[in-house]
């Protein structure tokens, strides 16, 4: 877990003091998030975790239960509203901004929720919905709605969403990985 957050914690700035990180909005919530996570639903401690997400999904406007599957290096890039349904499955090194929704379709052949690979960028204003895959290395332009599946090394962009493969998409969007030791 503490490797967990301190590659969260790098992500912004490469910032490797806690009490530090956490006068960042999307930091401060996804220690909190990653703390409750950890323990279970009825100890107190869990308890406790579980009341400060609450409180703090509120101030926020974001909505990421706490059952979700989200990789290290979780980079909330500013604060606003962004919901999360609790089937999604994200990546390691993501950046996500305001007014994103990642949610499930109800009905059809992509019934279900997103799985979004490493190093993924979504832009202000995405809709991701659907059982789809995203692969690893992908950047979606803001504003886009995407409900098919991304390969690996692409630019999504609009709304229908359009793919432009590109060697290297998320160079220079998704800074200050963690190298592991």
Not at 23 to 48: C, D, E, Q, V, W
Not at 51 to 66: A, D, N
Not at 93 to 104: E, K, R
């Amino acid at each position: 877990m503490k490797e967990i957050i301190k590659a969260d914690l790098f992500r912004y700035g490469g910032i490797t003091n806690v009490f530090k990180g956490k006068r960042n909005p999307g930091f401060h919530y996804m220690y909190f998030l990653r703390k409750a996570s950890k323990y279970k639903t009825m100890s107190i401690i869990g308890l406790y975790y579980r009341f400060i997400v609450k409180r703090l999904s509120y101030k926020y406007g974001f909505q990421i239960p706490i059952s979700t599957s989200i990789g290290e290096g979780f980079y909330i890039g500013h604060f606003g509203t962004i919901v999360i349904n609790k089937d999604t499955i994200i990546g390691k090194n993501c950046n996500i901004a305001h007014l994103v929704t990642i949610g499930q379709a109800n009905r059809g052949k992509n019934k279900g929720c997103p799985t979004i690979g490493d190093n993924v960028w979504i832009g202000t204003g995405t809709v991701i919905a659907g059982k789809i895959t995203i692969g690893d290395n992908v950047l979606i332009a803001p504003n886009s709605f995407v409900n098919f599946d991304i390969p690996s090394k692409s630019l999504v962009i609009g709304n229908p969403a359009k793919i432009i493969a590109k060697e290297d998409p998320t160079k220079g969007y998704i800074n200050n990985i963690l190298k592991k030791s």
